[in-house]
């Protein structure tokens, strides 16, 4: 990577501020409004360029852990540690669907490509959803532990999950076993994400790691460190040339793939970082918090 396309941020602004822990924090697909997951049991919606909070979506009984906006951006699912998953119309701010099966708290959800939507949970499985049905389509158990994430591949069937088991699965979902069971972290890991060919997965872990795994192989390519705590949440840029994270040491780190160099640390957030996302032009970062603020970081 040349020094003219390296990705430098600044804060912005503080977009929300909130009492309780923010959970995660994801942007709309056109970039223009972002929905944040609430320790409170609400999911918020704020319109960047509004500059205002424009909708607020309840109905979860407990702390919302994952929410984000369908493809189209006019639905938006989320779960909670209330062992349920909910469907929400953006406009009216109404349920649609409830869907009921997980057995202790859903800790991730995500829209396929292909329709329906994944989730996993601390019932340690990982469960495929359709939008029209209330019953889960398949569910698979997962690990032996905790499922802290889950991503479907963007390109086919395959999924990559993280578990407090230490490990990083993934999985061929049509055939239902696991393909690389990634191994290496020495505490839970909290995020996995595939880069965007597919071709590996970044991993972040409670370990004060993120590590960066061959999808083919199953092998460790390289190690970041520098972070002093628990990493949260973890992210490539659609170049597949620059990694995102952050931690419980209250920073947002910037990652050199190639040099497996740190490239900038960002300072704001008053308490733990739990989750990060990335505009769909690569320009803005959005980052939640244990401080209860929603920040949002842009290219200098």
Known sequence: MTIQQMRYFKQLKIVQEHFGTVNSSRFSPDGTQIVSALSDGTIRIWDITLNKEVHVLQGHSDSVTDAEFSPDGNQIVSCSTDQTILLWDVKTEKIIRVFLGHWNGVTSVQFLFYGGFLSGSADCTIRAWDEDSVEDVITHPGHKKTINSVQASQTDFTVVTASDD??????????????????????????????????????????????????????????LE?????????????DGQTIV?????????????KLGDETQTLNGHEKGVTGIDISPDGNRIVSCSKDGTVRLWGRL
């Open 166 to 223: 230490t490990t990083a699965t993934i999985w061929n979902w049509s055939l239902l076993k696991p393909l690389q069971i990634l191994t290496g972290h020495t505490n839970h890991v909290l995020k996995a994400r595939f880069s965007p060919d597919d071709h590996f997965v970044v991993s972040c872990s409670r370990d004060k790691t993120v590590r960066i795994w061959s999808t083919k192989t199953g092998e460790a390519i390289k190690k």
């Open 245 to 257: 994270s952050c931690s419980d040491d209250q920073t947002i780190r910037l990652w050199d793939v």
């Open 226 to 238: 520098g972070h002093s705590n628990a990493v949260r949440d973890v992210k490539y840029f659609s």
